[in-house]
């Protein structure tokens, strides 16, 4: 059902875990629907310098999350906003139809961290 | 170990199936010797099948397409029938989907339809099914064992109410049939669907029984094979099949559900004692001889899936995930539990082919694979991680 790429990063996920003193983090999804995503950034120089994240979900809820923090690392602010999860999944060779609303949430979950990173640098101001 | 998905054909039922495809193709309604092979053939299955569930008279074994057929017969058969009478029903939240679906399509024809509740290990009151019983109440239809759980039913407590009130009893054996034993008349049961697949049998083949005297009407109309009831050119090659599947089932319940109890209860105290956060979905005790249905905290049922079918562990889950509605399975909410601990649930459910062995590697691997995943899930508690 799911492809190798999919599966590979379930099982070896990048950048597995949480920054302490993340610059921003997004939180997406629900455990009442079985999908809960967490992405942590680090920003320097207006770029993403890491990127983490942590999953409470299914193998493509994972291996999506896995797949965005390998997408977005090193990017600027305004490239990894341009990432889509159309990006996330073709990344990963393609999802299961069923599973790309349910589980592909990690686009989300990057863009809201850099929303959270952006609100609290206009509070620091 | 997910028996209840699919059991492989026992050879000794292929064998006797055989000749019925290339050999003994014969009609049972043909009145030449080749029809007679074939009804004497038809005959000795439904002998079987009504030994297997304890009913007096084989003409009271009717077989249809499987049990989601003997369901529908069943149901809609004694609705439609006795719709003078009355047209309320009185049924459980842990049904098949099959039972729950018919009921519902009965609903928006009118039928009064109450889903009693269960509690928490999955088991229903009989006293409350006497308390909804009323005058209209023509159906009392309760599951023999749940699938999913594990749960046995207090079938002939609910029984002997029914019969009490003159109210028609249909149970729905598949998870339970060849597994443990049924008696159809001290279990004062009227109707009883039975799944040939479910025991070893070929898919395709159910069958129902219908106590004498049950006033009953068909969902198929036809030629009038199976007394009118189930119309159809009989599956005699199926229908050998289950009768060879009940036969061997009838034989062999007692040593392969004591040993299958013993594995069952060895995988279930083996998880729960090694894994932290784990608990046992449905009865402890009034359980199918086959099913452990265990469910671990902060993980999802899916990932848990997936990474033990990396370890050659195949098992099934309550979550929503591998589901078509991508609802989480309604036995496990009905029993109390919330979304997410649906979610978290994983079925296990054995056969003739497991070992104990099988047993040892699942309780080696199996945390190894919960722990990874909490490791990865952000609703751990830190200081488990440690």
Known sequence: ?125 | MDYAAGMPLDPRVFKAMKPYFTENYGNPSSAHSFGANAKNALMKSRERVACLVGAEKPEEVIFTSGGTESNNLAIKGVAYRNKEKGNHIITTTIEHMSVINICKHLQKQGFEISYLPVGKEGMVDPERVKDEIHDKTVMISVMYANGEIGTIQSIEEIGRIAHESQVYFHVDAVAAAGKIPINVDGEHIDLLSVSSNDMYGPKGVGALYIRKGTRIQPVIQGGGQERGVRSGTENIPGIVGMGRAAEIAKEEMAAEGKRLSQLRDKLIMGVLETIERSYLNGHPTERLPNNANLRFSYIEGESLILGLDMLGIQVSSGSACTSKTLEPSHVLLAIGLAHEEAHGSLVFTMGKQNSEEDVDYVLETLPGVVKRLRAISPLTPKEMLR
């Open chain 1, 1 to 125: 059902m799911y492809s190798k790429k999919v599966m590979d990063h379930f099982m070896n996920p990048r950048n597995m875990g949480e920054i302490p003193d993340a610059d921003g983090v997004g939180t997406v999804g629900n455990p009442v629907c079985g999908d809960l995503m967490s992405v942590y950034i680090k920003v320097k120089d207006n770029r993403l310098e890491d990127v983490k994240f942590k999953t409470f979900g299914c193998g493509a809820a994972i291996a999506t999350s896995s797949m965005i923090t390998e997408l977005a690392k090193g990017k600027t602010i305004e490239d990894a906003l341009e990432i889509t999860r159309k990006d996330v999944a073709d990344s990963l060779d393609g999802l299961p139809p069923v599973k790309m609303h349910c589980s592909n949430l990690a686009a989300d979950a990057l863009h809201a961290a850099i929303e959270d990173y952006r609100k609290k640098k206009e509070a620091e101001k």
